[in-house]
């Protein structure tokens, strides 16, 4: 017979109050906390010189750091890059075999060390300099001999670790990273980079998908869109409505301009009224004047359009009202505009 384990049951809110892993947590995050909010206070004009170096470089910003610094250095080196600095990651220890090849007279380097003291860093700032690079030292030791090597000194120091041994990197990796992240924003504001220029550094991701498809990119066109002529019987329209699959189907003038729409909420008030749909015409029931947009518009203005007046299709025309295509909120979920 199998045995019966009983399910944990939960904690208790007031045993829960008194877990000792949650004052542990609560200990890590305060002293974060405070290690973060410590270097607003002690910003200067090295910030803004690191800022205005970056800016001028006619290269590429080079981040480097060694062990959890690294770690760090790399996602700077990432932030950077997607909000309009190139920049990009190097190993120091590569570095002194033979990836020093990447920098060139014209990069500024950022190195990360908390010590200000780390070995494979100061082993390849001789030759950073000799190259004519600048070199920008994020340590938590102005006196360091990583920070008087060089150009510029970002002070990321903090009073104490979150580690409880004083051992393991925990605020000081935090700060780093904060200031790394207060860097990009600046050099992001002074460059006058928007969405648009995010979303391209992003094409695969949300933002991309919305700020880069346009409505041609998304809608039906051809035979694949829904059309019939002023005059046509009801029951024309509600046949290309079923063939089309739209939930809808333009209705339209002789040269090819949209007069209106006819949805299948139009067929519901008409089937109301009682009348004889073999002796209507769509002309009758349809939307005179729908909301349309254009070919080149974003997608989602065409989804901003349909929320705010509460539809489901739209017809897409020319500069001269021609109907050239048409999307519904089906199309968009699978663009993944929405």
């Not at 932030?79 to 990447?102: I, K, Q, R, V």
């Not at 008030?269 to 769509?282: G, K, N, P, S, W």
Request: charged share 20%.
């Amino acid at each position: 017979m199998a045995s019966h384990v009983p399910a944990t049951p939960a904690l208790a809110d007031s045993t829960l109050r008194e877990h000792p892993a949650l004052a542990a947590a609560r200990r890590v995050l305060d002293i974060e906390a405070g290690a973060v909010a410590a270097l607003s206070t002690r910003l200067d004009a090295q910030f803004a010189r690191a800022v205005e170096l970056i800016l001028a470089c006619r290269g590429r910003a080079v981040v480097s750091g060694i062990g959890k610094s690294g770690h760090v250095a790399s996602k700077i080196a990432s932030t950077l890059a997607s909000t309009g600095t190139p920049a990009f990651f190097l190993h120091p220890a590569e570095a002194s075999h033979g990836d020093l090849g990447m920098i060139t007279g014209e990069d500024v380097m950022l190195a990360l060390s908390n010590s200000g003291e780390s070995g494979e860093l100061l082993a390849i700032v001789p030759t950073v300099k000799r190259r004519g690079a600048r070199l920008i030292a994020m340590t938590g030791n102005a006196r360091s001999t990583l920070a008087r090597e060089a150009d510029v000194h970002l002070d990321a120091g903090v009073a104490e670790e979150a580690c409880p041994l004083g051992l393991a990197p925990t605020a000081s990796t935090t700060a780093a990273l904060a200031l790394g992240d207060a860097l990009a924003v600046a050099l992001l504001e002074a460059r006058g980079f928007g969405p648009e220029d995010f979303a391209r550094s992003h094409p695969g991701g949300t933002l991309g998908r919305r700020l880069l498809t346009h409505v041609s990119d998304v809608m039906r066109q051809g035979d694949a869109v829904p059309g019939v002529p002023r005059g046509a019987p009801l029951t024309q329209a509600v046949l290309e409505i079923s063939r089309k699959g739209m939930g809808m189907t333009a209705v339209l003038e002789s040269d090819g301009r949209v007069a209106g729409i006819f949805t299948d909420g139009d067929l519901r008030r008409t089937l109301e009224r009682a009348v004889d749909l073999r002796t209507v015409v769509v002309d009758e029931a349809m939307t005179p004047n729908p909301r349309t947009v254009r070919a080149g518009q974003l997608a989602v203005e065409a989804v901003r359009l349909m929320e705010e007046h509460r539809i489901s299709q739209v017809l897409v025309v020319d500069e001269g009202g021609r109907l050239i295509g048409a999307l519904n909120m089906h199309d968009l979920f699978r663009a993944k505009v929405i």
